[in-house]
């Protein structure tokens, strides 16, 4: 019997699909709360991931020591699926090439990403990912390091297009309290929280813009975080609205507790993953031509909707039909 081809082979011919990454990533800024989080990863698997945070977490005068503290945590035993990065200091701080010195220098093999945080321009932003590549040249590191720009400032969100079309920047991320403090009291302090925050028309321009270019250029949209620590239904809600209002396709957890309501909230409906795992089988079935299920013709362009759909199922630990997991996950390996 032939081999059947993969859809990562058959679907794309080139197009640059957003990386299928976990729907959930969590900030931690102080050792106990990083060794926490690597801990609940272990128990959970690889369904959310760290980011140990170098620019809020990091003490006054003590941030080389953070560094090296972050680097050694990555380099140890609690760090098991390697899905685990850093958020560094802005352009405009003395220590962002500190941070990368330390932690590109002893980590850049294990780290799953490194952020930007607060730029305010493009150039900016290619200013500090040339020195990310220069730091890992000359350590040997040959992988080239996904790099994440949070959002924060209007000079970013003017540049977002150019920003996003960066080779190595894989996720845009929105931080919201920092872009309505860019704006000088002009937009309520309530709109920090929901729903004022999906309802200004500036914070609605400023995500769908995000979303747009992100996702134009081959990048996720991260969505901001939730103020609300501990109501997991306020949590759900605001990953729900940010996941299908917006198009988000991933959000940033500070809690614990955040992290299963964001996954809930983002991960696919489990009936359209057993319809796309069917609709897939059979089209692979006959080598991606066009097909019926269900009375309605599908083609590639389902088809490629349908895949991404089912890789983000995986992605956040929903079962696969076993046909459609041995099919599409055990024969090759996911990007």
């Not at 679907?11 to 609940?40: N, Q, S, T, Y």
């Not at 009291?185 to 004022?196: D, Q, V, Y």
């Amino acid at each position: 019997m032939p081999k059947l081809t993969h859809p990562e082979q058959a679907l794309f011919d080139g197009l640059a699909p957003p990386p299928v990454l976990a729907a959930c990533e969590h900030f931690a800024g102080k050792r106990k709360l990083m060794e926490k989080a690597l801990l609940i990863q272990q128990e959970m698997g690889p369904v959310f991931d760290v980011t140990c945070d170098c620019e809020d977490g990091a003490p006054t005068g003590k941030e080389r020591e953070h560094a090296q503290m972050i680097a050694g945590l990555l380099n140890g035993p609690l760090n098991r699926f390697k899905r685990a990065g850093v958020r560094i200091h802005d352009y405009s701080h003395p220590n962002w090439r500190s941070d990368v010195d330390i932690l590109v220098g002893t980590s850049g093999h294990l780290l799953s990403h490194i952020t930007i945080p607060k730029p305010t321009s493009a150039k900016q932003v290619a200013a500090m990912i040339d020195y990310i590549r220069h730091i890992a040249e000359r350590h040997g590191i040959e992988r080239p390091i996904p790099i994440h720009i949070l959002i924060e400032t209007q000079g970013s969100l003017r540049e977002i297009w150019d920003i996003a079309s960066i080779d190595a920047v894989k996720v845009i991320d929105f931080g919201l309290m920092d872009f309505i403090s860019d704006h000088h009291g002009t937009i309520p302090a309530r709109c920090m929280r929901s729903p004022g925050q999906f309802e200004h028309r500036l914070l609605i321009r400023a995500k769908s813009e995000i979303v747009a270019a992100a996702l134009a250029n081959g990048c996720v949209p991260s969505h901001n975080v939730t103020l609300e620590l501990r109501d997991s239904r306020t949590v759900y809600n605001d990953a729900l609205s940010a996941r299908y209002d917006y198009g988000f396709l991933r959000m940033w957890s500070i809690h614990p507790m955040q992290i299963q309501p964001i996954i809930n909230a983002m991960k696919p409906d489990l009936t359209d993953v057993h319809n796309a795992a069917a609709i897939l089988l059979s089209a692979q079935r006959v080598e991606w031509a066009p097909i019926q299920y269900e009375g309605e013709l599908h083609d590639r362009a389902s088809y490629r909707y349908y895949w991404q759909l089912l890789k983000r199922a995986h992605a956040t630990g929903i079962s696969l039909p076993l046909q459609a997991h041995q099919a599409f996950f055990t024969s090759i390996r996911q990007p």
